[in-house]
Each structure stands twice: as structure tokens, then as C-alpha cells.
């Protein structure tokens, strides 16, 4: 069954917009399942539940043997203290170019990429964070975007390469890749 088909049938039965019906019906779908199951088969939340216990118990444990574990005094401090130097240099220089800098920069590089129309809609997008008045936070997200992102292509390309190249190191990887 062709498109052209399928548009002839739902006409042929009453339907104009099937874009329309279908959100009609998900709609619909989601009020009669919120009512079905209301207040059932939900997520333990709040002090009472398990995994909050549990949770708390280890951020309890780290903040106990923060400053005493050896694993945290030469291993996680060092890598926590060279990633805060990265974000905030990577904030630094958001902040050296200020806001005019910022679109500007957002700007070209949406033209520079995309099209005119892209470029504008950035423009516009970043403009309007600093008319709400989130500019301050919206700088400290894209901080720490930007370092995320490059981080995480830091490490995951020579992994890559690594694993491409070496068959022990795939068969080593893939299961945590798969699992993540």
C-alpha cells in the first residue's frame, strides 16, 4: 500500500488530519492511563525509600574519608581539581568575551556551519538568555557542556582507536560500552 493510498482510505473513512487524531488519541491515552493508574505502581520517593538510604550512606561515606582516604588524596582530589581548573577556565573565557562577544561568536559559528536562518535563531536564542536574565547560569551550563564534550572526546577517541586496533581491548570494552 502506497502513501497516495493510505491519504485515499482515511479520507474515504472521515479522517482529515490524522497529525491530528493521533495527538487526539495519545492525549486521550495518556489522561486514561494516568487515571487507571493513579497513585499505583509508582517509584518509592522520600526519606522512607531504600535507595535513598543507601545513597545517602555513601555520600556520607565519601564526605567521611574525603580528606583521609588515600584513594581520594591522590587519585579523585587531583582528577576533581584538574577538571574545576578546566571548567573554570572555560568560564573564564566565556566571561572575558562578555555577552556581545558570546552571541557574536554563537552567531558565526552557526553561519559559519549552518545557514543564515540557524545563525539567527542562535542569535536570537543567546540574546534572549540575557533578557531573562539567565545569563550568568546559562554561561556556567555551556562551561560545563563545553567540558563535558571535550572530555569525554578526550578520552573516548584513543579509546577508540585503541579498541579498533587492538582485539583484546574491543572484547575488554564492548561489554561496559554495551552496558552503559
Same mark, same amino acid.
Given at each position: 500500500?502506497?502513501?497516495?493510498?493510505v491519504?485515499?482510505? $482515511?479520507?474515504?473513512?472521515?479522517?482529515?488530519?490524522?497529525?491530528?487524531?493521533?495527538?487526539?488519541?495519545?492525549?486521550? @491515552?495518556?489522561?486514561?492511563?494516568?487515571?487507571?493508574?493513579?497513585?499505583? #505502581?509508582?517509584?518509592?520517593h522520600?526519606?522512607?525509600?531504600?535507595?535513598?538510604?543507601?545513597?545517602?550512606?555513601? %555520600?556520607?561515606?565519601?564526605? /567521611?574519608?574525603? #580528606?583521609?582516604? &588515600?584513594?581520594? $588524596?591522590?587519585?579523585?582530589?587531583?582528577? %576533581?581539581?584538574?577538571?574545576?581548573?578546566?571548567?573554570?577556565?572555560?568560564?573564564a573565557?566565556?566571561?572575558?568575551?562578555?555577552?556581545?562577544?558570546?552571541?557574536?561568536?554563537?552567531?558565526?559559528? &552557526? &553561519?559559519?556551519?549552518?545557514?543564515?536562518?540557524?545563525? @539567527?535563531? &542562535?542569535? @536570537?536564542?543567546?540574546?534572549? $538568555?540575557?533578557?531573562?536574565?539567565?545569563?550568568?547560569?546559562?554561561? /556556567?551550563?555551556?562551561?560545563?557542556? $563545553?567540558?563535558?564534550?571535550?572530555?569525554?572526546?578526550?578520552?573516548?577517541?584513543?579509546?577508540?582507536?585503541?579498541?579498533?586496533?587492538? %582485539?583484546?581491548?574491543?572484547?575488554?570494552?564492548?561489554?561496559?560500552?554495551?552496558?552503559?
Open positions: 500500500m502506497t502513501t497516495v493510498d491519504q485515499v482510505a $482515511l479520507r474515504a473513512a472521515g479522517i482529515r488530519n490524522p497529525r491530528l487524531w493521533a495527538l487526539l488519541a495519545l492525549i486521550a @491515552a495518556t489522561v486514561l492511563g494516568y487515571l487507571a493508574f493513579r497513585g499505583n #505502581d509508582v517509584l518509592a522520600g526519606e522512607d525509600a531504600p535507595a535513598f538510604h543507601f545513597l545517602n550512606g555513601v %555520600r556520607d561515606w565519601v564526605d /567521611d574519608n574525603r #580528606d583521609t582516604s &588515600a584513594v581520594f $588524596l591522590f587519585f579523585v582530589n587531583e582528577i %576533581r581539581f584538574g577538571i574545576s581548573l578546566f571548567i573554570e577556565g572555560i568560564q573565557t566565556l566571561s572575558f568575551l562578555g555577552g556581545v562577544g558570546v552571541v557574536a561568536m554563537v552567531g558565526g559559528l &552557526a &553561519a559559519l556551519f549552518a545557514r543564515w536562518r540557524i545563525s @539567527a535563531l &542562535a542569535i @536570537a536564542g543567546f540574546t534572549s $538568555l540575557g533578557m531573562l536574565g539567565l545569563w550568568q547560569e546559562s554561561m /556556567d551550563t555551556l562551561a560545563l557542556t $563545553l567540558a563535558a564534550v571535550t572530555l569525554s572526546l578526550l578520552v573516548g577517541i584513543p579509546l577508540g582507536i585503541f579498541a579498533g586496533c587492538n %582485539r583484546r581491548a574491543r572484547s575488554l570494552m564492548t561489554p561496559v560500552l554495551d552496558l552503559m
